[in-house]
């Protein structure tokens, strides 16, 4: 139930309702209902469903040394104009076992333009014929 | 040889091109019982394939150990992601994985390679053979072929089963059930009907596709050897998801079978594929379906059981000479609880069909094997596949017998009996211990038209019950040496004329004069 009333209000909100008011309707209606002792219960569903949201426009940009950040970006750029991102919005993570290249993650879109990728590929084909 | 790994090495290297574009992903919110939640990929369609991206965060080392690609197999979407299961080990399956989408449905390989192998649900060796060189993949679900493209069965498959061949023939392009309790018989007579294809001519002989579902791997190891045994292989594929398989793929090794079946009959081949059986993945797709936490129905089974075994039976099929003249026979197993037929899944896998043969506990306690309730098992289509040599000798037989299990009912309970019922009770008697046949000795059409004739014609009426077996073998091996040319002639004309039943008539008596202690031990 709580799992619910966290979605009906997120929904709400995502729809561009203010926090505010929306927040007083739902204390009125739980209320109404006796059912104010879910209010905790669906804060905690609310904001696992935000950090959901946020995780999911989380763009990263994975590289091997943080010297490649630069390059990387700029090699990245075509694909965070698709995607509607800016670069100062791309979060950088350093990976050493990328080896050397890039890996772009985020918005439900993978771009492994990465040295191990690459070489697991190359492998791959090796083993596979 | 090390040079060649080298070269080979630096041939890929030299042609190699990276990977363009974007993949589309999710991530693993839960895993647990071989069902995974995927947050994101929100393309993914029903039945899509997705890939398990293990290497991520390991070194490129642990990368190249991790085993081989894993997939998963989208069965559910949902508002806010979707739910697949694992097509392989779960335990390499972690929370936080990406996954990526293939945009691929399932297939499964399929080919002459595949003849005579041991393979997974989805088409993998599993015989330590070697992988397969050159083969068609054929999409695991696919739509069946409509009225337009088939047209009436009439070509019958011989199963070598006096019983069944006589009174519940089979046609090719039928389906018909094979229903039974544990234990009475059911995989034998799937497997005599395999090992029976061998007496066909090799241009007509259908190709086998044993299905064994939830099955012990002993069981489908004494098979294989089996099959191996009486030369059978040759003509067969064996499409293994053990009970040990994740529930997954014993859901889906059916519709692998029918899959790889299909290649056979779209090249205008005959197929007859078994699948043993289709309760143990009815209680597959329960299992997976209540992991995806789909709203249980009756006996706990998701709304969709009906058309899990009816999709995958309609894909059974006689093809019309346009689409080449192919056939796909199924001989699907369900098992029964204390002989209940009229429960959900067996009523179920009845009303799809085109006929059941039931195999009943006490017949086969009595010793009458196989055993077959001749009452209750019915053939919908196969009589117009049957030959007109059987017909003529089989047509009243369901009825003697009919009337013989009345009778001996009766019996029980009457002290004398008059002429005609005890000569109708020894009648029935004889003809129930020739329909009798031990496993894994499927007899010949023409041979089973000989006994039969013989039979119809009171041939073992002098002969002692416990002999009639005896008899049955020495007059099948007296017909083989001494008429092989009438034999043949049933065999390739399909009819007794008049004049081979005469031939027919003299090799019985001559065989009487032969054996004559058999025909005097009353």
């Known amino acids: 139930m709580d799992k619910a009333y966290a979605k009906a209000l997120w929904n709400i909100l995502e729809g561009g309702a203010k926090p505010k008011g929306a927040l007083n309707t739902l204390h009125e209606s739980l209320k109404a209902r006796g059912r104010l002792g879910l209010l905790p219960k669906i804060a905690r569903a609310f904001a696992l469903i935000a950090a959901r949201a946020e995780a999911k426009n989380v763009v990263v940009l994975k590289v091997a040394r943080k010297s490649d950040s630069r390059r990387a970006l700029n090699e990245a750029g075509e694909l965070l104009k698709d995607a509607g991102v800016r670069p100062s919005d791309v979060k950088i993570d350093i990976q050493e076992n990328l080896i050397g290249g890039w890996r772009l993650e985020g918005r439900e879109r993978l771009h492994d333009a990465s040295h191990k990728a690459q070489l697991m590929d190359i492998y791959e084909r090796v083993s596979e014929g | ?522």
Request: glycine letters at 10%; aromatic letters at 6%; hydrophobic letters at 40%.
């Open chain 2, 1 to 522: 040889m090390e040079q060649s790994i080298v070269q080979k090495i630096i041939n890929e290297i030299e042609r190699y091109t990276p990977k363009a574009g974007v993949e589309h992903v999710g991530k693993i919110t839960s895993v647990g019982d071989g069902v995974v939640a995927i947050d994101g990929l929100s393309r993914a369609v029903m039945g899509e394939i997705v890939e398990f991206e293990e290497t991520a965060g390991k070194t490129l080392a642990k990368g190249m150990d991790s085993g081989g690609a894993l997939y998963g197999l989208i069965l559910n979407l949902e508002e806010d992601g979707v739910r697949a299961t694992i097509l392989g080990d779960s335990a390499r399956v972690h929370e936080g994985m990406t996954v990526k989408s293939t945009g691929r449905i399932l297939s499964v390989p399929s080919g002459d390679e595949l003849l005579g192998r041991v393979v997974s649900a989805l088409g993998e060796p599993l015989d330590g053979k070697g992988p397969f060189a050159k083969t068609t993949m054929m999409p695991v679900e696919r739509e069946s072929y409509g009225v337009i493209d088939r047209k009436m069965v009439s070509v019958p498959l011989q199963t070598g089963i006096k019983a069944i061949d006589s009174m519940i023939p089979i046609g090719r392009g039928q389906r018909e059930l094979i229903i039974g309790d544990r234990s009475t018989g059911k995989t034998t007579i799937a497997i005599d009907a395999i090992i029976n294809q061998k007496n066909e001519p090799a241009d007509k002989r259908p190709i086998c596709i044993y299905v064994a579902i939830g099955q012990k791997e002993s069981k489908t190891a004494r098979i294989v050897a089996q099959l191996t045994e009486a030369g059978a292989m040759p003509y067969t594929i064996i499409v293994d998801a053990p009970a040990s398989a994740p529930a997954s793929l014993q859901f889906l090794a059916p519709y692998a079978g029918v899959a790889i079946g299909e290649y056979f009959m779209d090249k205008g081949r005959d197929v007859l594929v078994i699948y043993d059986d289709l309760s143990k993945q009815a209680t597959a797709y329960r299992q997976l379906s209540l992991l995806l936490r789909r709203p249980p129905g009756r006996e706990a089974y998701p709304g969709d059981i009906f058309y899990l075994h009816s999709r995958l039976l309609e894909r059974s099929a006689c093809l019309s000479e346009e689409k080449g003249g192919g056939s796909l026979t199924a001989l699907p197993i369900i098992e029964t609880q204390d002989g209940d037929v009229a429960s959900y899944i067996p009523t179920n896998v009845i009303s799809i069909t085109d006929g059941q043969i039931f195999l009943d506990s006490s017949l086969f306690n009595k010793g009458i094997r196989p055993a077959i309730d001749v009452g209750i098992s019915v053939s919908r289509v196969g009589s117009s596949a049957q030959t007109k040599a059987m017909k003529s000798v089989a047509g009243t037989l369901r009825l003697v017998l009919a009337q013989f299990r009345e009778l001996e009912a009766f019996m029980q309970f009457a002290q004398d009996l008059d002429k005609t019922t005890a000569e109708r009770i020894e009648s029935g008697r004889r003809m129930v211990e020739v329909l009798k046949q031990k496993n894994g000795s499927p007899i010949p059409m023409e041979k089973q038209v000989a006994v039969l004739y013989a039979a119809d014609k009171k041939f073992f009426a002098d002969v002692a019950i416990k002999n009639v077996s005896k008899t049955e073998t020495a007059l099948v091996e007296f017909l083989d040496g001494q008429y092989s040319k009438e034999l043949a002639e049933i065999k390739k004309t399909g009819a007794v004329s008049d004049g081979l039943k005469a031939k027919l008539n003299r090799a019985l008596e001559e065989f009487r004069l032969a054996h004559k202690e058999l025909f005097t031990d009353k």
